[in-house]
């Protein structure tokens, strides 16, 4: 046996070592139990997990790992469950759509391949397209599951596999756990490999422009953006996949002056301008503040590589580009669309919005002020389009965020959505111009009128076996020891989602949460302070939320108000010994 390697490990690799692996495969498993003991061992210690947001991983051989059968075995128990769920003799439909990561062009014919030897119609687009074209194809095709392939803003080395059902959101209870029931009984024997090009239809440009068309009914006031038309808009991809879609929605809206970062329009799956793709690392916005300097920009957006977050910058009141994290973005939106339903009186009482328990209790103070009710879900954005789906027909969905830079308006789309959002931003944006604000000040008067809340996220990344039990054990010691006092303040409230248990420490009560089960620990001060922990469901880390609020009593005292709660979070940190 290899040193270091657990012989079980190396009896899995061993397996792949045969059929119905190809040469290529086997080539490399042999180069791993030969020179790469440590290498093998993170490959084949366990199965990649195909859990209830799909799969995501590191691309390479082995069990542990995005590949050729991985997907296959990933497809293939997809298209049983499909089968098993639509009998009868229609044809079933699945639509396909990829980002720009190395390899998803490839992954996308695996799927389309099994898909398609299993007797199933698939759409698959020309190139790569932004996650959320694909939840709104799913529903304008009248398909009964949608694929994307993506790993969103994970590093370059990885890749992910992405399931939506007939509604166009990601799957959620009971279909999330039974198509993860039968991927996991599927071997890589069971594969039906096999193109049926004949139910393989190509989706082109001109399904784009139905959804932009789609896109510009949300509009809410098209006379403002032809007033301020000249508003200066920087935007980048990110080198993803809303090159091309974003800007069109932008120029369709009615914006003329729209500023590309050149180098970044260039698809590349390695992301070479930037360390990381992901529009809330502010380095990924280095080359974009550059861009708005030189053109004086009024607005600055980045999306992520597979299209569906937004990060935004705009200029503070000193002149300054300042971005804006995913919490002051929902914040922003949802303050223009419920303002602007309530004055135009579109709102009929039977109006809702949606966000996530980690998200700022600020959406809920802009509900109420407008007479909309505001639902808490769980982390996920399909958790909201899970609620759009029940409550279709009874009530009418307006908009919805969570703090990760998600957001959504209109009800055509079941994810979020960085198309949508910024074409709604740049109009939030012409519309506080009309008042002859910026919005940066628009932000300042929601938080004297609603009050200041600050919000800031925490994350801890353990890799492999032994990081995955620290980030147990660290979550289970919280649960099992909590604290009486946090940075001078009373614990007065425990919300476990595991339990299902929100208990009042003050009343000595517990009640229960309506909420799914969920592996999620909350923890309430006396003066309304939220620390929120829980692993991340689709990367090795475990994260930690932090929100505090205060008055504001003028715009002038935000900069000193906001540094208070900073300071506030960071002895926080200290008192609960993370960070």
């Given at each position: 046996m290899m040193r270091g390697v657990d012989e079980k490990v190396l009896g899995r690799a061993q397996a792949w070592l045969s059929e119905p692996f190809d040469q290529e495969t086997q080539r490399q498993v042999r180069h791993l139990i030969d020179h790469d003991p440590e290498g093998l061992m993170d490959a084949f210690y366990k199965d990649l997990e195909f859990g209830t947001g799909g799969l995501r991983g590191v691309m390479g051989v082995g069990t542990?790992?995005?590949?050729?059968?991985?997907?296959?075995?990933?497809?293939?128990?997809?298209?049983?469950?499909?089968?098993?769920?639509?009998?009868?003799?229609?044809?079933l439909k699945v639509a396909i759509a990829h980002d720009c990561r190395n390899n998803s062009g490839y992954f996308t014919d695996i799927a389309a391949e099994v898909l398609s030897a299993n007797g199933i119609q698939v759409y698959v687009f020309d190139a790569l397209r932004p996650t959320p074209l694909l939840s709104f194809a799913v529903r304008e095709l009248n398909c009964q599951a949608g694929i994307v392939i993506t790993a969103s803003h994970n590093?370059?080395?990885?890749?992910?596999?992405?399931?939506?059902?007939?509604?166009?959101?990601?799957?959620?209870?009971?279909?999330?756990n039974n198509v993860i029931d039968r991927v996991q009984k599927t071997s890589a024997e069971q594969i039906r490999f096999g193109k049926k090009e004949q139910l393989i239809s190509t989706l082109d440009a001109s399904f784009d422009k139905v959804y932009i068309e789609r896109i510009?009914?949300?509009?809410?006031?098209?006379?403002?953006?032809?007033?301020?038309?000249?508003?200066?808009?920087?935007?980048?991809?990110?080198?993803?996949?809303?090159?091309?879609?974003?800007?069109?929605?932008?120029?369709?809206f009615g914006f003329q002056s729209v500023f590309n970062v050149p180098e970044q329009d260039v698809v590349d799956g390695n992301f070479p301008t930037v360390r990381s793709p992901n529009p809330e690392e502010p380095a990924a916005f280095d080359m974009a503040l550059e861009r708005a300097r030189e053109?004086?920009?009024?607005?600055?957006?980045?999306?992520?590589?597979?299209?569906?977050?937004?990060?935004?910058?705009?200029?503070?009141?000193?002149?300054?580009?300042?971005?804006?994290?995913?919490?002051?973005?929902?914040?922003?939106?949802?303050?223009?669309?419920?303002?602007?339903?309530?004055?135009?009186?579109?709102?009929?009482?039977?109006?809702?919005?949606?966000?996530t328990i980690v998200t700022t209790g600020l959406l809920s103070e802009i509900a109420a002020a407008h007479d909309v009710e505001c639902l808490d879900v769980l982390t996920g954005f399909k958790y909201i389009a899970e609620k759009m789906r029940q409550l279709e027909g009874e009530k009418r969905f307006l908009c919805g965020g969570e703090e990760s830079y998600g957001f959504l308006v209109g009800d055509f789309v079941r994810d979020k959505?960085?198309?949508?959002?910024?074409?709604?931003?740049?109009?939030?944006?012409?519309?506080?111009?009309?008042?002859?604000?910026?919005?940066?000040?628009?932000?300042?008067?929601?938080?004297?009128?609603?009050?200041?809340?600050?919000?800031?996220?925490?994350?801890i990344t353990r890799k492999g076996m032994k990081g995955a039990e620290e980030i147990r054990e660290m979550i289970s010691g919280f649960r099992h020891k909590t604290p009486d006092y946090i940075h001078g303040k009373t614990l007065a409230r425990v919300i476990d989602y595991q339990k299902g248990i929100d208990r009042d420490l003050y009343l000595d009560e517990e009640h229960p949460v309506d909420l799914p089960e969920s592996n999620v620990l909350q923890f309430v001060l006396e003066d309304g302070t939220r620390i929120t922990m829980?692993?991340?469901?689709?990367?090795?880390?475990?994260?930690?939320?932090?929100?505090?609020?205060?008055?504001?009593?003028?715009?002038?005292d935000y900069d000193k108000k906001r540094k208070e709660l900073l300071e506030a979070i960071e002895k926080i940190k200290a008192d609960l010994e993370i960070g």
């Open positions: 542990n790992r995005m590949n050729k059968y991985t997907v296959g075995m990933a497809t293939q128990g997809l298209a049983g469950y499909l089968l098993r769920s639509f009998p009868g003799p229609k044809r590093p370059v080395e990885y890749n992910g596999y992405k399931v939506y059902w007939d509604d166009g959101g990601q799957l959620v209870p009971p279909h999330d510009k009914t949300l509009s809410l006031n098209p006379a403002i953006i032809s007033k301020h038309a000249d508003l200066r808009i920087v935007f980048t991809p990110i080198h993803g996949t809303t090159v091309r879609l974003v800007p069109s929605a932008l120029k369709a053109v004086d920009a009024d607005l600055v957006m980045a999306t992520d590589p597979d299209g569906d977050r937004v990060g935004v910058a705009v200029k503070n009141t000193s002149g300054a580009y300042e971005l804006l994290n995913g919490n002051q973005c929902a914040a922003l939106l949802t303050y223009y669309v419920l303002d602007q339903w309530k004055k135009q009186g579109k709102l009929q009482g039977k109006e809702y919005i949606v966000k959505d960085a198309v949508i959002t910024c074409c709604m931003l740049a109009e939030t944006a012409a519309w506080a111009r009309e008042q002859g604000i910026s919005l940066y000040e628009l932000l300042l008067r929601i938080y004297t009128e609603y009050g200041l809340y600050v919000e800031t996220l925490l994350s829980r692993p991340s469901g689709t990367e090795p880390k475990i994260k930690f939320y932090f929100g505090c609020r205060t008055k504001l009593e003028k715009a002038s």
